[in-house]
Every structure is written in C-alpha cells, then in structure tokens.
C-alpha cells in the first residue's frame, strides 16, 4: 500500500484507477503524487506487524507499566528487567541474529518504542531501548568484525550497555566544531583519547551491568578547523568482561525528570584504544554519527508519541468521568475542541515517526537506490521537531483538566511532562538543530550554511 504525498490530490478509491491505494481510519483512498520535495509513504503496517505491536503492548503493560513510577522514584531500570527485555528482542533491535540481535526492521522498532513509551511515560525504559537499537547498528554498519562479535551479543542480551557520547561542554549542536574529546594515532596503529563529554546517558548502566559497555564515542581526530572532515568515532569501552578501562571516570549529574537513567559526564585520560573498535574511515566518522542520530530521532519521537497518548488515554477518561456543572468536562466544547486539535497533533507527530521508519528500512534493509540518508535525515528531524512538542501539549493538558491535584505526586502526570521535556531542550539533538536540519537539506547550502 503506497501513497504519494504532495502536492497532492485525494480522490475515493476505486472512483480512480491506476494509482496506489492506502487503508487509513477506515477510509481507502487514492493518492497521486506530483513529484517535489515529498516522497512516497506507505502507511499500513503489515499483518506481521500489527500482530508484533499487540504483542508487544501486552508484554510491556505486564511487565513495565506496573514499576514505571518506582523506575522513575528509584532512579534505575531493574537489571532482571533489562535481561528480560533482551532476551524479548527489545534491546539491539535492528542487530542481526548473527551478532546476538533479533533483526528486526525499524518500523517494529519504532512500533516497540512508541509502546514503550506508553507503558513508561516518563521514558526511561524507552530511553535505554532506543539508545541501546540506535547506535549498536552503528557497530554493526560499521565495525570490524572483532567489535561486532565481541560487543553486539553482549548488548543484545542485556549484559551490557552500549549509548552515544557526543555532548561536549561548549555545545552539543554543533557536531563539526568539537574539540574536546581527542583521539590521536600512535604508530603500532593504536588510539590514545584523552578529553572529556557532558551529558551523557548510561554510566550507571556500564557500572552495574556483569559484562559492562560503554558508547559510540565522537573523538577529534585531526584540526578543528577541517570541522566535519576530521571526527573519527569509535565504540569505546568503559567497562567490558566486569573491568572497568584505566584512564575512565564519570560524575553523575541530578536530572529533574526521567530519572530512570542516569545521566552525567565522562573523562578519559589517555586511554588506549585499539583501532579495531574504530566505527567507519579515520576522520570519516561524522557521517557515521548522523546516521545514528537519524534513527535514535525517530525511535525518540515514537517514544513520546506513546507517552502522549497514555496521557491522552487518561484525559479522556478524566473528562467523560469528571462533572462540572452537572455535566461531563468532555462535552464543553472548550474542553473537547482542544481534545480534537491535540488528538490531531499527535496523530501527526505519529506519522512522520512511520515515515521515518519506513524510509530507513528501504534506504538499510531494502537497498532501495532512490532513498538517501538525507530523505531520512529530514523524515527524522520532522519526527523529533514535532513528535516531543506534541506530547509536550499533550501533557500540559492533560494536567489542566486533572486540575490542582495534578502538582501533586500522587498523580504521575509530571514524570511524563518531565520525560519528555528532555526532548525538547536536547536530548538527541536540539528543536532549532531539527529545524537546520530540515531546512539546510530542502532548501540547500547556499540559503542555509553551515
Ligand atoms: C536528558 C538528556 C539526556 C541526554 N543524553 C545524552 C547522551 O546520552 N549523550 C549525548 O551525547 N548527549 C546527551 N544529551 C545532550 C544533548 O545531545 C544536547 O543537549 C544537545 O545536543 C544540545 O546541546 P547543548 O545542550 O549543549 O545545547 P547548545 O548546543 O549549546 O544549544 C543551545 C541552544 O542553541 C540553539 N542552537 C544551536 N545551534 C543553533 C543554530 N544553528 N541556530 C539557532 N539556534 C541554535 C539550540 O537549539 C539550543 O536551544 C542529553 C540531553 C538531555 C537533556
């Protein structure tokens, strides 16, 4: 079922033959596509995956939605949890079964993430799932084989932690400008690295996880000046085999929401890399990077898409059960016409997460020559421009109607609010970053420069 998405012509299916038909809220319609800057979408899941996504809602209201607040209150993902989830295929996701992972495509992926996020709206779970599918595939991409061998089936199973350490202390969104973190080539071949990156999830991970893990770690490898052609990135091992690496050292930074995974700062202090866990060409890594990014923006925008709609679900429950005046909220229309622009809303965001999805399976599993990195570079920055504000709404709203008693913690609507709160001033990657994104890649380099 494809549709072209443009400028666009709706028109009931059958009454036009010859074009490409989707199923969508219980409507078939015929969609023709004009060309521009659009590309075709498809928007049904298959049955495989509409089976997976029921699954997986029951696996996850059974096993997370019942700890989600004490995740959130006791700052940890239990360890029998995270074991579990790997050996549920949840962790690792698109790792082939080669290397320990279940294989899956990344529109499960983002299936499995938005119910993650619905199940642990302050996305904690969703957090450690997304990072731990995001950059992994990194590895497998681009690897040698030792790294892949060695580090994916650890990760998979839940054994080990593997996330993204690019944050540095002078400025996240500028990826080609760091300097912080350096990675200089001795002559057997082996890295020294030596520096230092702010903000970064997982540590606690690495610490309390048996076998341990680390991140895709973004180093400077040659002159700042040469910005984007001179990062090489690396899968840098803090910990593995239960040893911690010498030169290594975190601090843990006290977060105000989603606290289920500790996020803080890494130093390295000459610490020998070798040059097998290298991530793609010397100097070639910024190109590896985004690619990482593209996905994990995708998987954050499911994951606050499912939050959202949690709050949603709980709202609308609230409002037809809740009486004002003698009569249900829900059927004030002030109340009820902001339920239907939010419900539009995040039915947006949603879409953009799939389409984002979809393209990254054509463009890695399906080798499809017409989808580039950049159509999924900008199907993911509009996800995670609108996905987090959306649910942010959602949220804020949801609270409203609640009234007072939503400031108080025995409500957890705030843990939601919080949650997705850190999309919304970084985490994976800043709103007006998205927007560069988007613009500089529709609009080109000569209206938008670097
Ligand atoms: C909860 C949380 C978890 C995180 N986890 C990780 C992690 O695991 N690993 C990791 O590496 N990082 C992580 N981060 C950091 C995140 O990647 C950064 O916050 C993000 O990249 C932005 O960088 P910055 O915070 O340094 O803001 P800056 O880069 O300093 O940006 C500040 C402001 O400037 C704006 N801005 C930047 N460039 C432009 C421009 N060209 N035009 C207009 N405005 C611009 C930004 O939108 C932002 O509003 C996390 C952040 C949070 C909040």
């Given amino acids: 079922m494809i549709i072209r998405w443009f400028p666009v012509i709706l028109i009931p299916y059958p009454a036009v033959r010859g074009g490409c038909a989707v199923c ?10 004009l060309g521009g800057v659009f590309v075709a979408l498809d928007l049904g899941f298959s049955e495989d995956e ?24 006791r700052g940890e993902i239990p360890v029998d949890l995270l074991k579990e989830l790997g050996k549920s295929g949840l962790i690792a996701m698109l790792v082939s079964p080669e290397y320990g992972g279940p294989g899956s495509s990344m529109v499960s992926s983002t299936i499995a993430l938005e119910e993650a996020g619905y199940a642990d709206p302050s996305l904690a779970t969703a957090v450690y799932l997304l990072v731990s599918t995001a950059w992994p595939y990194m590895v497998q991409l681009y690897g040698s084989e030792e790294a892949k061998s060695e580090i994916l089936p650890k990760v998979a199973s839940g054994e080990g932690f593997f996330g993204i350490a690019s944050t540095e202390a002078q400025g996240g969104s500028d990826i080609a400008g760091f300097r912080t973190m350096r990675a200089s080539r001795r002559k057997d071949g082996e890295w020294v690295i030596t520096g230092e990156k702010s903000i970064v999830g997982g540590m606690v991970d690495v610490e309390r996880l048996p076998w341990g893990g680390g991140w895709f770690l973004i180093t400077r490898s040659g002159a700042v000046d040469d910005r984007h052609r001179s990062l090489t990135t690396f899968a840098f091992l803090a910990k593995k085999d239960g040893k911690k690496v010498d030169g290594y050292e975190y601090h843990i930074m006290e977060e105000v929401g989603r606290h289920g995974v500790k996020t803080g700062s890494i130093r390295l202090s000459d610490v020998a890399v070798d040059d097998r ?7 070639g890594g910024f ?3 985004m690619q990482g990014f593209n996905l994990a923006r995708c998987l954050v925008g499911a994951a606050s898409v499912g939050a959202a709609r949690w709050a949603l679900d709980r709202g609308l429950d609230w409002l037809k059960q809740r009486n004002m005046r003698d009569r249900p909220l829900a059927s004030y229309q002030g109340v009820n016409f902001r339920f239907a622009d939010l419900y539009a809303e995040l039915d947006a965001a949603r879409l953009l997460c799939y389409k984002a999805a979809w393209l990254a399976d054509r463009y890695y599993f399906k080798k499809d020559p017409t989808v580039s990195v950049n159509d999924i570079a900008v199907a993911s920055a509009c996800a995670k421009l609108k996905a987090p ?22 409500l957890p609507f705030h843990r939601g609010l919080l949650g997705v709160l850190a999309y919304l001033v970084g ?3 800043s709103q007006n970053v998205m927007r560069y994104l988007i613009a500089r890649n529709i609009m080109g380099p000569d209206y938008v420069p670097p």
């Fill in 389 to 410: 504000e959306a649910a942010f709404q959602v949220f804020q709203e949801v609270m409203k109607w609640h009234g007072g008693m939503s400031f108080f913690k025995d």
């Fill in 287 to 289: 190109r590896v990077a």
């Fill in 277 to 283: 866990y290298r991530l793609g060409e010397v100097n």
């Fill in 427 to 429: 985490a994976e990657g």
């Fill in 50 to 73: 509409a089976i997976f996504r029921k699954n997986i809602h029951e696996f996850f209201e059974r096993r997370v939605a019942p700890s989600w607040v004490s995740i959130d209150e």
């Fill in 24 to 33: 969508f809220g219980g409507f078939e319609i015929l969609i023709i596509g």
